[in-house]
């Protein structure tokens, strides 16, 4: 079956450490996004990937960073620099291009901070 | 900048009719897209219109004013499962996919 398949379900990390969020799409999709939500809040953008080997930020880009080595992987790096690091983080994916704003989102990762 | 304003809760009893309304500003528009997210849960893709008009998904359609940058969700014989949130999307010129705040709609028995 195709999909976005996130891992972990839910991550503790403690204060100072970096952690990586895995992020897997089998829908051949170019179009790849990292989004961040805050309980009651909506999605806010933190990187989007059009294309392999490139990617751009999105409005709130401190403290993270991602790489877009295969098309099909899109790993979201939280790092120490992140002050405020707990929240539900939604990988999504879509055809891409101009117009297009079908994604498909994977279940998410639920980032604790201990 | 851009920004997407939609109401933070609307409230409706189930098998009534209910409006979402989202107006847009964005650098560029290709398009208003609406997603469904039930609590804990990931969003899901409900509709997309790229030109003026109303389009229709069942009990869901989805209305598009470019030259008013508005559109709005329409759900129709509400029932309980359709207790979520609801997040207008648009697409812009470098390709973002922004999301609104979302609309809790609370479906009342």
């Known amino acids: 079956d195709g999909g976005i398949t996130q891992s972990p379900k839910y991550l503790f990390r403690k204060e100072g450490q970096n952690v990586t969020l895995s992020c897997e799409q089998n829908?051949?999709?170019?179009?790849m996004y990292w989004y961040r939500q805050d309980p009651g809040q909506g999605l806010r953008l933190i990187y989007y990937s059009q294309i392999v080997n490139d990617f751009q930020k999105g409005d709130i880009a401190e403290g993270y960073s991602v790489s877009r080595e295969k098309k099909e992987s899109f790993p979201l790096t939280v790092t120490s620099a992140q002050k405020n690091p707990t929240a539900f983080y939604l990988c999504?994916?879509?055809?891409?291009?101009?117009?297009?704003?079908?994604?498909?989102f994977g279940q998410g990762t639920r980032l604790t901070v201990v | 900048g851009q920004s997407l304003e939609q109401p933070s809760e609307v409230t409706a009893v189930e098998g009534a009719i209910v409006q979402i309304n989202c107006t847009y500003q964005?650098?560029?528009?290709?398009?208003l897209s609406w997603y469904q997210q039930h609590d804990g849960g990931a969003p899901t893709f409900l509709s997309y219109n790229a030109l003026d008009g109303l389009e229709e998904t069942g009990r869901f359609s989805s209305f598009l004013s470019r030259s008013d940058s508005y559109g709005y969700l329409l759900l129709q014989e509400l029932q309980m499962k359709d207790s979520a949130s609801y997040f207008c999307?648009?697409?812009?010129?470098?390709?973002?996919?922004?999301f609104g705040s979302g609309t809790r709609l609370l479906v009342r028995p």
């Open positions: 999504a994916s879509s055809i891409g291009g101009a117009g297009n704003t079908e994604a498909f």
């Open positions: 829908l051949n999709h170019d179009a």
């Open positions: 964005t650098s560029g528009f290709y398009g």
């Open positions: 999307a648009v697409g812009d010129s470098s390709y973002k996919l922004i």
